[in-house]
């Protein structure tokens, strides 16, 4: 019985409780045993919760006596390590605040436990979530692979089928880079939709907090909880789509085909999906940019300056070409922001959602460096450009965004796509990302 507990979901996990057929002991057994199993090669966790198993033994009580149980009563869930999380260390993935043991939990972190979820522990986070690699976590899907990132070890404990739901943080594409290369699911929502409290910041203006899942259902499960409004929002009946056909090149073939594919079946389903261009993709990339690396060095500069023996060299390049941005660049990031996000406001106006590759590439081979060249078809880019894409635009603009798995490239791993509302339609976002689930995996 552990390992078939470990491969259920989460909503199969909550009816299973409901009917008896297992208690929140049972799978948390499960659950450690396939962490021990698991993970001496995998690296998905920093820490486990040393009251994990108590807490789900105080679980499996109360559903021997309420009949009205919370809706994640009992189910298992990892928290990135960038989130606080109440007596347990929250490190940021960075030796400059090892021992750093927050007092109160994070908002998200009080509303999944609210609902009864259980924290297993802490997942592995690329440091300072200035990254897109996410060492030493290695992909489940080939050893050999990044998982992505920053929240790379969210997306590894749910494709090793180590916990069922997971949160993550986004602030270049972190929740749904690591999505795409691990064949997960995940939702960036719109900015500040969940609260940010609580998290170690990044780039506060970029930074997004949001739900990670194996399944579209259990993703919409979680995102309930961190977002009780969501509910209130009216999903268009057959919901417009505009592929954004820009996007498809440079890309890796299989993806492109993907993603054509997912619009063919939104298609055949009665949906109008429409073909269209992002305007000024590189502007808002190279924009983008220039306000993560500027609000980083804000928040983190300081504790790097002081000690900087404790930085990575690959975050501290970061860092340094942040210190080098001239002041007037910045400011004029900030102004072209503005008009990035007027221009995307007014090309939403006439479709619901945005549909484009999650990644343009498969997962590089572990070890790569952000500057290592990636074939994409015959053209090339940059591992870090590679990744923030079809990504980082949309932090900037702070539209939702989801991410899951609609096939496989040629090279046997995942080919997500992603999907983009219109702010506050985090809804409508999780709607087609559901029909896509029925019809593509």
């Known amino acids: 019985m552990p390992s078939e507990l470990t491969n259920l979901s989460a909503s199969e996990l909550a009816a299973g409780f409901r009917r008896s057929d297992f208690t929140p002991v049972d799978v948390a057994d499960a659950v450690l045993s396939r962490i021990a199993a698991t993970d001496g090669d995998l690296r998905a966790w920093t820490r486990l919760n040393p009251a994990f198993r108590r807490d789900a033994e105080v679980a499996a009580r109360m559903f021997d006596t309420d009949r ?204 109008t999906v429409t073909e269209l261009d992002l305007p000024d993709l590189a502007e808002a990339n190279e924009t983008g940019m220039t306000l993560l690396l500027a609000e980083a060095l804000a928040v983190h500069g300081p504790a790097a300056q002081q000690r900087p023996e404790l930085v990575s060299p690959d975050v501290e390049s970061f860092l340094d070409i942040a210190r080098n941005l001239p002041s007037d660049r910045v400011a004029e990031a900030r102004r072209s922001r503005t008009v990035i996000t007027d221009r995307m406001r007014t090309l939403m106006n006439d479709v619901d959602v945005l549909l484009t590759p999650g990644l343009v590439c498969t997962p590089a081979p572990y070890g790569a460096l952000p500057t290592d060249p990636l074939d994409l078809g015959g053209e090339t880019l940059s591992v870090a450009d590679a990744h923030v894409r079809t990504n980082l635009l949309f932090n900037l603009t702070g539209q939702p965004a989801g991410v899951l798995p609609v096939g496989l490239a040629d090279d046997g791993m995942p080919a997500g796509v992603q999907v983009v509302g219109r702010t506050g339609e985090d809804a409508v976002v999780l709607d087609v990302m559901a029909r896509l689930e029925a019809g593509c995996r």
């Open 68 to 271: 009205d149980v919370p809706p994640l009563l009992g189910i298992p869930i990892g928290v990135k390590d960038v989130i606080d999380t109440a007596g347990l260390a929250t490190e940021g993935g960075s030796r400059l605040y090892a021992g750093r043991i927050p007092g109160v939990d994070a908002m998200v972190v009080s509303r999944i436990t609210a609902a009864g979820a259980l924290v297993v522990g802490k997942t592995n986070s690329h440091e300072l979530a200035l990254g897109a690699t996410t060492p030493p976590t290695r992909n489940p899907l080939d050893r050999n692979r990044i998982p992505g990132g920053s929240s790379g070890g969210s997306a590894a404990a749910l494709a090793a089928r180590q916990v069922p739901l997971a949160l993550g943080t986004d602030t270049g594409g972190s929740i749904r880079i690591p999505a795409a290369a691990c064949g997960v699911v995940g939702l960036k929502p719109t900015y500040r939709a969940e609260s940010c409290a609580g998290v170690i910041p990044l780039a506060p203006s970029l930074d997004h907090v949001g739900p990670m899942a194996r399944t579209v259902t259990d993703l919409k499960l979680l995102h309930a909880v961190l977002q009780p409004t969501a509910a209130t929002i009216a999903v268009p009946a057959a919901p417009r789509v505009g592929l954004v056909a820009s996007l498809l090149h440079p890309c890796s073939p299989g993806i492109a085909e993907a993603v054509t594919a997912a619009a063919g079946f939104l298609r055949s389903a009665g949906l």
